[in-house]
């Protein structure tokens, strides 16, 4: 089994205290930092861009797992690769071609993420899993922070793990959306690995992150 990892999502930050916020993060032991990008016309909401990654770059050594909720994605990889992301993940419905944006990604030495929206099946990208580092489960619709999880996307988890291991491939399975200490375990048993959580991190226990990022992980 591979080891569980907390990616806490800066969505939920004190955007005025973003420099301050990823070194609590860092300092709660995060593993990664997940940055959401939405651009107001592939989801309905706009948050940050490369230049506000190139400046958090500079506060910490942690991998930056960077969600882009873009459309069209293409054309922007590389501007995220340039500030700082280790992680790109990109929406099928996003692109042209997605096996083109993935070779993109990877030419630019950067970690490939591929995300399903709760109602994008695993097909879209069985034939493309070889070449995938990351493939993130949203257990919500992407747009907003503090929405509830959807528990049907439990049994897409437990899917691709075993499309994973008679593949026997090792890419990473991340969930997004609505993770709190309720359900960790129910997504960790279904067979993720990395568990992005806002609200949960920042706000339970009166935001103690160190606490919070500790009982995410329990089983």
Avoid: W
């Avoid at 506060?59 to 909720?69: A, N, P, R, S």
């Avoid at 590389?78 to 992301?85: Q, S, V």
Wanted: aromatic share 6%; net charge neutral.
């Amino acid at each position: 089994m591979k080891k569980i990892q907390i990616s806490p999502s800066i969505l939920s930050a004190d955007f005025s205290q973003l420099g301050n916020e990823i070194k609590r993060l860092e300092e709660g032991g995060a593993d990664m930092i997940h940055v959401d990008v939405m651009d107001g016309h592939f989801v309905p909401n706009l948050t940050i861009g490369p230049p506000v990654i190139a400046s958090l770059r500079k506060h910490t050594k942690l991998f930056f797992d960077v969600h882009l909720m873009i459309s069209p994605v293409h054309k922007y990889i590389k501007n995220y690769a340039d500030a700082g992301a280790d992680i790109i993940t990109i929406h099928p419905e996003a692109t042209e071609n997605l096996e083109n944006s993935i070779n993109h990604i990877k030419k630019l030495n950067k970690k490939v993420g591929v995300s399903l929206n709760p109602d994008t099946k695993i097909s879209i990208i069985s034939e493309l899993l070889e070449k995938i580092d990351l493939v993130l489960i949203m257990s919500v619709f992407p747009g907003f922070g503090g929405q509830k999880f959807m528990p049907e996307v439990v049994e897409k988890i437990k899917n691709l793990k075993k499309i994973q291991k008679e593949k026997k491939l090792s890419f990473d399975i991340e969930v997004d959306g609505g993770i709190n200490f309720s359900n960790s375990k129910i997504v960790i048993e279904a067979g993720a690995n990395i568990l992005v959580s806002g609200t949960t991190i920042f706000k339970e226990n009166n935001g103690d992150i160190k606490k919070n990022i500790d009982c995410l992980k329990l089983v």
